[in-house]
């Protein structure tokens, strides 16, 4: 493992950089650089602003969680060995952690994907109907065929995932990659999507069709895989990625802020699991 000076899970205080909530608001995507305005964490705040039960943005967060915060942008700490020995020792495959961890990331114009973006599925639809009790382990709620090729990796609500398109091949999943400046950026951007049931409140369901998530939003075991998913996309991007949520490069994109989600997603949960993670490549179990 690559020398460090600090280790991220024994800091009681971490400072986190001074962004607020207005610094965060007025990033802007620079098109010869290929990426917003400021360093790696003032990106990761823009990107990530809380997203409500119906999709909406509503404020941005006033600091990332600390072993995201430590880790957003720096140099990747582990070896491609210690990531390889973790996923054997883990029985993880390749296949469910955006392909082969030997070949590197997208690019574009030749700069490596350094964004790593999250979506939710936005389905299956319940309609009106309450959420069956086995969500996270129906089948065919969790059918990850379903959704068609939308991202590169999707992960079901037990924790399973499967590459659909590898970490390699660029791929556009947003309305801000198809349009104007963003539309250059094709493969500086990584995709996952998280399987989340969606219904109708059959109270308002005509005048409205105001949309209800389940409680939780994300199950346990989706928040682990997902940083599994993110220390292999990192490991070859030779960089900690930079976290995205779909709804905000949407509205980059002027498209409606309520697609993509990841609605209700909780960044310190998944930072908490991260954590683990880490640590559990640095011990090397």
Same mark, same amino acid.
């Given at each position: 493992?690559? =020398?460090?000076?600090?280790?991220?899970?024994?800091? /009681?205080?971490?400072?986190?950089?001074? /962004?607020t909530a207005l610094s965060a608001a007025k990033c802007y995507w620079d098109s010869g650089l290929l990426q917003f305005s400021?360093?790696? /964490?003032?990106?990761?705040?823009? &990107?990530t602003p809380d997203i409500d039960a119906n999709g909406v943005v509503r404020e941005f967060e006033k600091g990332l969680p600390p072993t995201l915060d430590e880790l957003v942008g720096r140099e990747f700490d582990f070896s491609p060995e210690a990531v390889e020995g973790y996923v054997a020792a883990y029985g993880l495959r390749a296949k469910e952690l955006g392909g082969a961890l030997n070949l590197r990331v997208s690019r574009a114009r030749g700069k490596s994907a350094i964004f790593f973006v999250l $979506?939710?599925?936005?389905?299956?639809? %319940?309609?009106?109907?309450? %959420?069956?009790?086995?969500?996270?382990?129906?089948? $065919?709620?969790n059918n990850m065929r379903q959704f068609g090729r939308r991202w590169h990796v999707?992960?079901?609500?037990?924790? =399973?995932?499967?590459?659909?398109?590898? %970490?390699? @091949?660029? +791929?556009?999943?947003?309305? %801000?990659?198809? $349009?104007?400046?963003?539309?250059? #950026?094709?493969?500086?951007? +990584? $995709?996952?999507? &998280?399987?989340?049931?969606?219904r109708t409140n059959a109270g308002d369901a005509v005048e409205t069709h105001k949309v209800m998530i389940p409680?939780? #939003?994300?199950?346990?075991?989706?928040?682990?895989?997902?940083? @599994? /998913?993110?220390?292999?996309?990192?490991?070859?991007a030779g960089r900690w990625l930079i976290p995205a949520y779909a709804a905000q490069l949407n509205?980059?994109? =002027?498209?409606?802020?309520?697609?993509?989600?990841?609605?209700?997603?909780? &960044?310190?949960?998944?930072?908490?699991?991260?954590?683990d993670v880490y640590r559990e490549i640095y011990s090397g179990h």
């Open positions: 493992m690559k =020398n460090r000076t600090v280790s991220i899970w024994i800091s /009681v205080c971490v400072l986190l950089i001074p /962004v400021g360093g790696a /964490v003032q990106q990761a705040l823009c &990107l $979506h939710d599925s936005g389905g299956p639809d %319940f309609g009106i109907r309450t %959420f069956s009790p086995d969500i996270d382990v129906s089948p $065919h709620i999707i992960i079901d609500r037990s924790g =399973n995932s499967t590459t659909l398109i590898d %970490f390699f @091949q660029p +791929l556009r999943s947003t309305y %801000f990659e198809a $349009h104007d400046d963003g539309a250059k #950026a094709k493969g500086r951007f +990584l $995709h996952v999507g &998280l399987i989340q049931p969606i409680q939780p #939003a994300y199950t346990d075991a989706q928040y682990r895989r997902l940083a @599994q /998913v993110y220390v292999a996309a990192s490991s070859r509205r980059y994109g =002027n498209a409606p802020v309520s697609l993509g989600g990841p609605k209700g997603f909780d &960044l310190a949960v998944w930072g908490n699991a991260l954590r």
